[in-house]
């Protein structure tokens, strides 16, 4: 079952790895990145930073794609998170039993615009999103489990 999807360009850190996982009682964490999953300082990173009764899994996103619809992470409570906007939009457009996405944490640059205080999207981004929600995706605006979730839209 999917508790979550997460996008924070951090991907797993304190905040996401206690904080999140607690609060969802998530029992396995699945990093879906494309990068992670070729760049071994980042995956011992991330595992440093793997809640004590977890299982961690790090998978590009087509293989998370995969995994996910095959129904093999049926029996978990799963906690999804992506670096970018762009993979949670194509994880949430191919599997269904995605429906909502968390918008935790994306930086700024010069073609974003500030949506929150840690949430910065482009032009495309949003885009992206609206598209989603148009198809019945919920996408909401939320940095700790504590603070009210505000509803993209």
Request: with cysteine.
């Amino acid at each position: 079952m999917i508790k979550l999807l997460r996008v924070d360009h951090r991907l797993l850190h304190g905040q996401v790895a206690f904080s999140w996982t607690g609060y969802l009682d998530a029992d396995c964490i699945l990093i879906a990145n494309d990068d992670v999953v070729k760049n071994e300082l980042r995956k011992t990173t991330i595992r440093l930073a793997k809640p004590d009764g977890v299982k961690l899994v790090m998978k590009s996103i087509d293989e998370s794609i995969t995994l996910i619809n095959s129904g093999i992470t049926d029996s978990y409570k799963l906690f999804i998170v992506v670096e970018k906007v762009k993979d949670a939009c194509k994880l949430a457009s191919n599997v269904d039993s995605i429906g909502l996405i968390n918008l935790g944490s994306a930086k700024a640059n010069s073609e974003t615009t500030a949506f929150s205080k840690n949430v910065n999207l482009s032009q495309e981004e949003v885009e992206m999103l609206r598209e989603l929600i148009k198809k019945g995706k919920k996408v909401e605006i939320r940095t700790v489990p504590s603070d009210r979730p505000k509803v993209f839209d």
